[in-house]
């Protein structure tokens, strides 16, 4: 099986509409699962139409927590947190859940054992399949939870199995938007990496911020310019950018009410008008002739 | 006033609203553009300002002192990021970018043979244009926690932020620890959303967040006119959230966008009188 | 020369795993003169864990004091590890564990030395291009 991952940087720039048309695409040809590592946001399976078969709530994430009656306020677990998640409170030390890294510092500096490090409940992973057939798995932070990168992980071993029980041949990750925790849980271990960028000045720099990670972990990987005809100027500079650094454009992609049409009726833009999909069908051939 | 730009979902044009009330506002008063979207920070962009690097982002690392170790491997076995490799016989070996500054291992080596040292996670950015003072935050490309480059944005400005009327802060997209730490100590949020089935998804996820911090919400619908904005109408109902604001789409909001300067559209002011 | 092998299962005749922080199992074996000894299989607890597998799969094949690995993807924290500890790392090709043995007996395996830097998007030096 050969996973792709869709990325980008910046947000809103098109990776679901990229991973939902490709997969639709590909599937015509090849058995496809698609993977929504958004765990912010999880998107994909909004435009597939997934009917959830299977959902499990996973830990990833540990906290810590107080036992009253053993604390006697000496408070040196507020100087030892380096999250802030420790404050001062009348008596007691009050947890902040929210920046609390489970790191456990607190555990061992209390002298009378009145902090427990325990795993919460931080996330759902779902399975299901698509209106068009194949399966997609998502991934669902639980709000204001945090470990985003490692239910990425967890998102992708579901991803995995799925993956091995439908014979999938290609994977499509449709990723986070940015480049911290979630996206590199990501991008690890993918064999081809898309990058959906548009003509805008933070377009392209954010474009620049992602390269720079899939150069790190030096994957292969092509881009697609979107909106490509609301700036052509800078759309001209990221194929520059784009040849320089040795990426092959693998699409450019209209701006046009549709694509707006299209999301708000939870399609792919490739089944809501047909005159798309001879783009992604020349993506999909360019990429298959990578894979070779 | 300490405002915070956010919504969600990505590309709903945060940076766009962000920049242009900084800009309306500092016309009259003081304001501070706190551009905390630190994994890819875009409003100088938008604004075309010239940054200048102001200060380096630090992160707390362990420092071993081998000749005070004993390999004993506690600091590796607490160690929850898995940042310190113990072979037995041998001294632990540290990962520098798996570390998350916790000191767990600093607690716990007994023979106290770790202390503390800095690295580099991300840079502090100022510049002015436009009468608006911008202060940015930028992360380290390859460091993984968000969180920790906002809060020391936040605590550089701390210092100055007396001074100014007005502060607006633009958050990243999603509800993670980058966003979290950036909405902390806002005294209103505006959430900028699209009507579109994930622009509401996304709004619903972000207004439980702000519902949980006990930040006041309204909504701006940007691109109003494409979609469907009863979506967001819904949505509004439902969290008894007011929409102070609709965007339509148009090809001077594109074209601003797309050049480098401020959107000025009447829109932008409708919303500052209905804040006011 | 005691070599880990990143598998999908115990012992020299299954699957070589390219993963090498979240492979299955390890097969220690050792590669000596013109034998190969099968000496055991480690579980590895590395793919069930959150964050830090490579690292935590460096160390334990480091502690069964092995001189190489055959693995596929070997990140770039994994990589410093290994590295630091002397250890060399080959790229296995597809095939059992017994088969990658058989090439690094012969010499015939691709040692990978380049944790960083170069060959990017040139054609060359992905080292995972199977």
Redesign the interface.
């Given at each position: 099986m050969k996973v792709i991952n869709v990325l980008s940087g910046k947000g809103g720039t098109g990776k679901t509409m990229v991973s939902s048309s490709l997969l639709w695409t590909m599937s015509r040809k090849k058995r496809v699962v698609g993977i929504d590592c958004d765990v912010d946001a999880a998107n994909l399976g909004m435009v597939l139409g997934v009917k959830i078969t299977r959902r499990k709530e996973i830990e990833t994430s540990e906290k810590a927590f107080l036992i009253e009656e053993k604390c006697t306020g000496c408070f040196k677990c507020v100087d030892v947190c380096n999250f802030s998640a420790i404050e001062k409170g009348d008596k007691k030390p009050v947890f902040n859940r929210f920046l609390c890294e489970g790191c456990g510092s607190c555990e061992l500096v209390c002298p009378e054992n009145a902090i427990e490090i325990k795993t919460v409940k931080n996330a759902w992973i779902t399975e299901g399949a698509s209106r068009y057939g194949f399966p997609v798995v998502s991934g669902q932070l639980k709000m204001g939870e945090s470990g985003s990168g490692k239910i990425v992980t967890e998102v992708g071993r579901t991803g995995e199995r799925v993956a091995k029980e439908n014979k999938s041949e290609i994977m499509i990750i449709d990723s986070a938007a940015g480049i911290s925790c979630p996206v590199i849980a990501s991008v690890r271990n993918t064999d081809y990496v898309i990058a959906v960028s548009e003509p805008t000045p933070s377009g392209f720099n954010d474009l620049k911020r992602a390269i720079k990670l899939v150069e790190f972990f030096k994957i292969p990987c092509g881009l697609i310019i979107n909106k490509f005809d609301i700036n052509k100027e800078l759309t001209r500079k990221i194929e520059n950018f784009a040849k320089e650094k040795g990426l092959s454009v693998l699409g450019r992609i209209p701006y046009h009410k549709d694509f707006v049409d299209a999301a708000v009726n939870l399609k792919p833009v490739v089944v809501y008008k047909k005159k798309y999909r001879e783009i992604f069908e020349n993506i999909a051939e360019k990429i298959y002739s990578w894979f070779e | 006033m300490r405002i915070a730009v956010t919504g969600?979902?990505?590309?709903?044009g945060k940076?766009i609203v962000s920049t242009a009330l900084a800009f309306e506002l500092s016309k009259k008063q003081k304001t501070l553009l706190m551009d905390l979207d630190v994994?890819?920070p875009?409003d100088h962009?938008?604004l075309s300002i010239k940054r200048e690097k102001v200060k380096d982002i630090f992160q707390?690392i362990p420092k071993f002192d081998f000749s005070k170790c004993v390999k004993c491997g506690t600091c590796?076995k607490?160690c929850?990021?898995?940042?310190i490799?113990?072979?037995?016989g041998q001294y632990p070996?540290f990962?520098p970018?798996?570390c998350?500054?916790?000191?767990?291992c600093c607690?716990?080596c007994p023979t106290k043979a770790i202390s503390q040292t800095e690295k580099k996670i991300g840079e502090i950015y100022y510049g002015k244009g436009y009468g608006m003072d911008l202060v940015s935050g930028e992360?380290v490309?390859?460091?993984?926690?968000?969180?920790?480059v906002v809060?020391a944005v936040k605590e550089y400005v701390k210092k100055t932020e007396k001074g100014y009327k007005h502060i607006i802060i633009d958050t990243?997209?999603?509800?993670?620890?980058?966003?979290?730490?950036a909405l902390m100590g806002c005294e209103l949020a505006l959430c900028v959303t699209e009507?579109?089935?994930?622009g509401k998804?996304?709004l619903e996820?972000i207004l439980?967040?702000l519902n949980?911090?006990g930040i006041p919400a309204k909504i701006i619908i940007n691109?109003s006119d494409?979609?469907?904005k009863k979506l967001i109408g819904t949505i509004s109902k439902k969290y008894k959230t007011e929409i102070i604001g609709e965007i339509p789409y148009k090809k001077s909001i594109?074209d601003a966008?797309?050049k480098?300067v401020p959107v000025k559209e009447k829109e932008i002011e409708n919303i500052l009188r209905v804040l006011k | 020369m005691k070599t880990a092998i990143s598998s999908a299962g115990p012992g020299i005749e299954s699957q070589v795993d390219t993963r090498f922080g979240r492979c299955a199992y390890f097969v220690i074996v050792n590669v000596e003169g013109n034998e190969i000894k099968e000496e055991k299989s480690i579980e590895n607890p590395g793919v069930n864990m959150p964050g830090g597998a490579g690292i935590s799969a460096a160390q334990i094949v480091a502690n069964e004091k092995v001189k190489a690995v055959v693995s596929g993807n070997v990140g770039p924290k994994a990589f410093y590890v290994l590295n630091s500890l002397g250890i060399e790392i080959y790229q296995a090709v597809p095939g059992t564990v017994k088969e990658n043995a058989e090439k690094l007996l012969r010499n015939e395996l691709q040692k990978i030395d380049s944790g960083s830097g170069g060959g990017f998007a040139r054609g060359r030096g992905f080292g995972r291009r199977f």
């Open positions: - | 969600g979902k990505g590309g709903t940076s994994e890819c875009n962009l938008i707390k590796s607490v929850k990021e898995n940042a490799v113990f072979i037995e070996r990962i970018e798996q998350t500054g916790c000191n767990a607690i716990a992360m490309i390859g460091y993984e926690e968000a969180g920790p809060n990243s997209a999603g509800t993670h620890c980058g966003v979290i730490s009507p579109t089935p994930f998804h996304d996820l439980d967040l949980v911090l691109r494409i979609g469907d594109l966008y797309s480098g | -």
